[in-house]
């Protein structure tokens, strides 16, 4: 069993009953082929969350920085993570991230880059549109629905993957690209709350 299905078994057992984890929608998710997992990001625990009710593996951009501690930095990769530098464009986790999808695997990101202070869903990003647009993946939006407090439900919903043909047609921006995604991220939550 390599260390990711390890890991995830362990979360599982422990997130499941203490955050009465809810799964929902699960039926739009593609059983296989390239998919671009686009979350919101309430907590630092939406990583493992989103990791443990996928019904396939997710790789995820980590912060360069989490790379650089003493033993989670050397089990990152091995737990399908790759590093990102915030706040410019990093060309090899673009590249990465391509791979990733070229390879017809599950590449998840928050597109709003940072945590909401407040719940309520912040403005994506266009690495979102960047990955939708420049590969064939089928974009899964997912909304995680707090709070994280002990046994009190945390609702994890998967929408219908979301149509971008027309966009990438058109050759519209990532920018759009991502504003569309983000909608469907909202529909979800104002939908499940």
Do not use: W
């Not at 739009?28 to 493992?48: R, T, Y």
């Not at 597109?111 to 909401?116: A, F, K, L």
């Amino acid at each position: 069993m390599s260390l990711y299905f390890f890991a995830r078994s362990l979360v599982y057992v422990i997130f499941k009953p203490l955050y009465r984890i809810k799964i929902t929608g699960l039926e739009h998710f593609p059983k296989e082929g390239a998919v671009l997992l686009c979350s919101n990001h309430i907590d630092n625990f939406d990583p493992p969350v989103v990791g443990i009710t996928s019904p396939r593996k997710v790789h995820f951009m980590a912060k360069a920085e989490a790379f650089k501690l003493p033993i989670l930095g050397k089990l990152l990769p091995d737990l399908g993570a790759f590093p990102v530098r915030r706040g410019m464009s990093d060309r090899e986790a673009l590249r990465v991230g391509l791979k990733i999808l070229k390879e017809g695997n599950v590449l998840g990101l928050f597109p709003e880059g940072t945590r909401s202070r407040n719940g309520e869903l912040g403005q994506g990003l266009s690495g979102a549109g960047f990955f939708a647009l420049r590969s064939d993946a089928l974009i899964v939006p997912c909304a995680i629905i707090g709070p994280y407090k002990a046994f009190r439900s945390l609702k994890v919903v998967y929408g219908k993957p979301v149509n971008i043909d027309e966009l990438r047609a058109r050759k519209a921006s990532a920018d759009e690209t991502t504003e569309l995604i983000m909608k469907e991220i909202q529909n979800l939550l104002e939908k499940n709350r």
